[in-house]
């Protein structure tokens, strides 16, 4: 297990230093009432007075319910300012204009939301000077379980390495609420969905992967179908360079 009190200094120093380089006035990022959001929420803040999180629901009713009671938890108890817009108009418009032109299908629609959220969190920032931080962790980063333009885009990313069991060991060292921790990671990205469901295997089994090797037949090949078929997603831009 990480030293998390010297892994908190270490983050605090990382964040510092992007403002200080970036010359912002202060942070910002998306609180989805999650173990990832709140990690991020809680060391930005511990890092910059201000720091803020904006709540931003988008039709499934969890977002509405408990993500936001979760998000609001966190925020009052670390004291971090936090503010709700609601996406819910956005997406059904930007669904309605581009079904004219074209056949949507889920996985579309489902990155509809977090690219949204996305749009929002740099409009508001750079209309206040700040840095939007990101709260994507190494398991998600591995698998590819993210939005390309979505939630995989940010500024600043202070929980980047850190494993998803290393996320709940490290917000149990900062004492965050049990709700955040014990709950089942989702992305909000529909009805029911749950991150481990949806990809077909475990964060314990991905976290084992990554850091021995090691992993069951039918996990191995889940995680190796993932991580191959998101490589465009870690490499960034496919840049011709002549």
């Not at 698998?143 to 494993?163: E, H, V």
């Not at 990554?210 to 992993?215: D, M």
Request: charged share 30%; proline share 2%.
């Amino acid at each position: 297990m990480r030293d998390y009190a010297k892994e908190t200094e270490k983050r605090i120093a990382f964040i510092r230093q992007a403002l200080e380089e970036a010359h912002a006035d202060g942070i910002l990022f998306g609180n989805s009432g999650g173990k990832d959001s709140a990690l991020v929420g809680i060391l930005c803040k511990m890092a910059c007075e201000n720091t803020e999180g904006i709540i931003l629901p988008c039709s499934s009713k969890r977002n509405f319910t408990i993500d936001k009671d979760d998000g609001m938890e966190v925020a009052e108890q670390f004291g971090i300012k936090t503010r709700l817009i609601d996406l819910t108009a956005q997406k059904e418009l930007l669904m309605q204009t581009v079904s004219e032109v074209a056949t949507l299908n889920d996985a579309a629609i489902a990155n509809i939301a977090p690219r949204l959220r996305m749009i929002t969190l740099y409009t508001v920032a750079a209309s206040e000077n700040r840095l939007v931080a990101g709260t994507g962790n190494a398991s998600e980063y591995y698998m590819g379980y993210f939005t390309k333009w979505g939630d995989g885009a940010y500024d600043l990313n202070p929980i980047a390495d850190l494993t998803a069991t290393e996320v709940f060991e490290f917000l149990r060292y900062l004492k965050a609420p049990e709700a955040v921790i014990t709950k089942a990671p989702s992305a909000g990205l529909f009805e029911g969905q749950t991150d481990e469901e949806d990809m077909g295997v475990t964060y314990a089994a991905i976290d084992r992967y990554i850091q021995t090797g090691e992993a069951e037949e039918k996990d191995k090949a889940i995680i190796d179908r993932y991580h191959s078929r998101s490589e465009h997603k870690r490499r960034g831009f496919n840049r011709y360079q002549g």
